[in-house]
């Protein structure tokens, strides 16, 4: 993906038509008449990473896989360039074995030359619970800070017109071959 598709999309998600401009207001389109935006004000959630590994040969579990290594002549100290794409579980607890509420689909990758920092945009679908729809999620964030935070930038579903703030803890890492991680996602959302 080049830069400036990832630009297009930034400037999209962004500036571009939220849902309520979206929705006929003549349509019923799956909501419900004369519906308000209000959703629940916090949401927590856990995603569960397993990175694809052709040594170890998980191709029945694996959850996200890393694009082609960018094509630099230089000493690439902080893997600047490095894509990932993932279809995370997402758990209602932290243990992997946890109730799945949904997937995570989206991808990251690290953007700076100085650090290990990494643009993060994904969807939450969540499927199960109290609250079924989806939540739009991007932000830059740098791996060393222990909270990092991330924009809520829009929702469907019970999560309809969803703005805020996503906060996101490393719960647990693994990196024997094949990798994997759980992230806890804290929303504050408002409507």
Known sequence: MNLATIASL???????????????????CGT?????????????????????????????YFTSVYGVPPNVTWTNTYSFGVT????????AGPA?????????QGFWQLDSKVGFTL????????TEGD?????SILGQLRE???????????????FLGARGMASCVLVSIDRTPPAKWTLSFDLDLYY
């Open 10 to 28: 930034i400037f999209y998600f962004l500036f571009g038509p939220s849902e309520t401009t979206l929705r006929n207001p003549n349509c019923d």
């Open 32 to 60: 419900k008449v004369g519906r308000t935006l209000s959703g629940p004000s916090n949401l927590t959630f856990y995603i569960q990473n397993t990175v694809y590994n052709p040594a170890v040969d998980n191709t029945d």
């Open 84 to 91: 990932a794409t993932f279809e995370d579980p997402i758990t």
């Open 96 to 104: 992997n074995d946890s109730q799945q509420i949904g997937t995570a």
């Open 119 to 126: 643009f993060h945009v994904f969807t939450a679908n969540i």
């Open 131 to 135: 609250y079924i729809g989806t939540i």
């Open 144 to 158: 060393i800070d222990p909270v990092r935070y991330l924009t809520v930038v829009g929702g469907t579903g019970d």
